[in-house]
């Protein structure tokens, strides 16, 4: 992938306290932005049929979800109702990184508002499976489902849920995820267990999709 790609992801995880999915970016920087990385551990086609290697994540039992419509808009995954029922937002910042078009709200208050970000990870090729293969780099890979779609709550640090940040990926195709971020307040009610937050955000971006076919 793409180096500025990578610093990009960098810089938001950054205002996360460096605590979601750094080791997935990382495991890929060396490949080219669109293709998976040949020391990722498989593609969405590999793992469903032909390359002979096991799949380690959860198949999908739900509808395969069209991200394709939302790459050059990924404000639109969240509607500006959602947003304001999580948090008290600046305008969102839309942009692209190593794993594809992504949304930040930022906060308008930095001490007291949520920060929510979210991610089409379309370039990897990877979707779930990629998480799933770089799981020992993690300290917390917790396994949820979200309307019925598999996903993770994974961090690099085992305390990041109890203090407010949390990065978590839904699976909605073989190749292809969305990735979350959030970064909760303290005093939040939410603040020690920042991952429902996610959950929540996915529970609605996904009701979004779907009603957008």
Same mark, same amino acid.
């Given at each position: 992938?793409?180096?500025?790609?990578?610093?990009?992801?960098?810089?938001?995880?950054?205002?996360?306290?460096?605590?979601?999915?750094?080791?997935?970016?990382?495991?890929?920087?060396s490949? !080219?932005?669109?293709?998976?990385?040949?020391?990722?551990?498989?593609?969405?086609?590999? !793992?469903?049929?032909?390359?002979?290697?096991?799949?380690?994540?959860?198949?999908?039992?739900?509808?395969?979800?069209d991200?394709?419509?939302?790459?050059?808009?990924?404000? /639109?995954?969240?509607?500006?109702?959602?947003?304001?029922?999580?948090?008290?937002?600046?305008?969102?910042?839309?942009?692209?990184?190593?794993?594809?078009p992504?949304?930040?709200? +930022?906060?308008?208050?930095?001490?007291?508002?949520?920060?929510?970000?979210?991610?089409?990870?379309v370039?990897?090729?990877?979707?779930? /499976?990629? #998480?799933?293969?770089?799981?020992?780099?993690?300290?917390?890979?917790?396994?949820?489902? !979200?309307?019925?779609?598999?996903?993770? +709550?994974?961090?690099?640090?085992?305390?990041a849920?109890g203090?407010?940040?949390?990065?978590?990926?839904?699976?909605?195709?073989?190749?292809?995820?969305?990735?979350?971020?959030? +970064? !909760?307040k303290?005093?939040?009610?939410?603040?020690?267990?920042?991952?429902?937050?996610?959950?929540?955000?996915?529970?609605?971006?996904?009701?979004?999709?779907?009603? #957008?076919?």
């Amino acid at each position: 992938m793409a180096a500025s790609g990578l610093s990009v992801r960098r810089v938001v995880v950054s205002a996360v306290a460096g605590t979601a999915l750094v080791a997935l970016v990382a495991g890929c920087s060396s490949s !080219v932005a669109g293709q998976p990385s040949a020391s990722g551990g498989g593609s969405g086609s590999s !793992v469903s049929g032909g390359s002979g290697k096991e799949r380690l994540s959860p198949p999908l039992e739900q509808p395969v979800l069209d991200l394709k419509p939302f790459e050059t808009k990924p404000c /639109e995954l969240l509607k500006p109702e959602q947003v304001a029922s999580l948090t008290k937002p600046d305008p969102p910042k839309s942009g692209n990184d190593a794993l594809g078009p992504n949304c930040t709200w +930022h906060g308008s208050d930095a001490i007291r508002d949520t920060t929510v970000s979210v991610s089409l990870n379309v370039s990897t090729g990877e979707g779930l /499976e990629g #998480a799933y293969r770089r799981r020992s780099k993690f300290a917390q890979f917790d396994e949820f489902r !979200v309307a019925g779609y598999p996903g993770v +709550h994974a961090n690099e640090s085992e305390k990041a849920e109890g203090m407010g940040n949390c990065g978590s990926m839904v699976g909605v195709s073989d190749s292809t995820a969305l990735f979350f971020i959030v +970064h !909760v307040k303290k005093g939040n009610p939410d603040y020690s267990t920042s991952c429902r937050v996610n959950e929540k955000v996915a529970e609605m971006v996904i009701q979004n999709l779907k009603a #957008a076919k």
